[in-house]
């Protein structure tokens, strides 16, 4: 649809990252459920433009749309 659905593509061997825009510096990620699930958990980024969750190594993008 946009060329932004091919960041997020996910890999059958996961180790390619996915790659989430948020607007928010406070993000929690639960894997999206499903088989890649794991437990919820929440992440910071501080000062960071981004944080990667620990579990599924998504990337979250901090993006402040209209700022
Ligand atoms: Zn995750």
């Keep these: 649809m946009t060329k ?3 960041q997020t593509a ?3 061997d996961g180790k390619s990252a996915q790659i ?3 607007e ?3 993000v929690s990620c639960d894997g999206g459920g499903g088989v890649s699930g794991h437990p919820r958990v929440f992440l910071e980024m501080g000062d960071g433009p981004h944080v ?6 998504c990337r979250y993008l901090y993006e402040v749309e209209g700022a």
């Design 52 to 57: 990667d969750c620990p579990y599924c190594s």
């Design 10 to 12: 996910p890999e059958p």
């Design 20 to 22: 989430k825009a948020v």
């Design 24 to 26: 928010t510096r406070s």
């Design 4 to 6: 932004q659905d091919a």
